[in-house]
């Protein structure tokens, strides 16, 4: 959110320079570079859409209605980095977070949605089983195969665990900080 808000300011430069600095470590390279390389498409058509959406000077223009705007250039590349931005910081949380506390840190701030009927129960079971089913999946040649091919009986699991964590202190202080920031960046 912080990546999001952020204005062309210190700020965006502090957060990218943790972020490359997290790239260092080899865990945090691995997941960054898997995210980015599937969504390399979306970050090109990002790209392209404000490029040849937003009015402004033309680039090129000599090719007329053709040629992008540079304003809407230097815009999709903002909108482009920040995706980048928040990708690496994904890609931190999944290196170092296992899946199932992953799975039940979402469920436990799901807790203020029960409110508003979202029963986060379910919403735990869908994720882990996706997200099961995502990692265990057979790989075919082509994607067509994979629409294809029938699903394996052993495929589903008859029971779903989620096993449940102590809230801590440096819980809090990560949620407040996390608050604090988002404070100061929107101000």
Request: charged share 15%; net charge positive; aromatic share 10%.
């Amino acid at each position: 959110m912080a990546v999001e808000r952020a204005a062309l300011s210190p700020l965006l430069i502090i957060l990218a320079a943790a972020i490359a600095t997290a790239f260092l470590l080899a865990p945090v390279r691995h997941e960054g570079w898997r995210l980015l390389r599937r969504t390399r498409w979306l970050m090109a058509v990002l790209l392209l859409t404000y490029a040849y959406t937003l009015p402004g000077t033309l680039l090129w223009p000599s090719l007329g209605w053709a040629s992008p705007g540079v304003e809407g250039l230097q815009q999709g590349a903002l909108r482009a980095g920040r995706l980048v931005l928040m990708l690496a910081g994904l890609a931190v949380l999944l290196a170092y977070t296992a899946r199932p506390r992953l799975i039940y840190g979402l469920y436990a701030l799901a807790h203020p949605l029960t409110w508003l009927g979202f029963d986060r129960r379910a919403f735990a079971v869908r994720l882990g089983l996706t997200l099961d089913y995502v990692e265990h999946a057979p790989k075919p040649a082509r994607w067509l195969d994979a629409l294809r091919a029938p699903l394996p009986d052993d495929a589903t699991p008859a029971t779903y665990t989620l096993h449940t964590e102590r809230w801590q202190g440096c819980d809090s202080a990560v949620i407040l900080a996390g608050l604090l920031l988002l404070l100061v960046v929107s101000v």
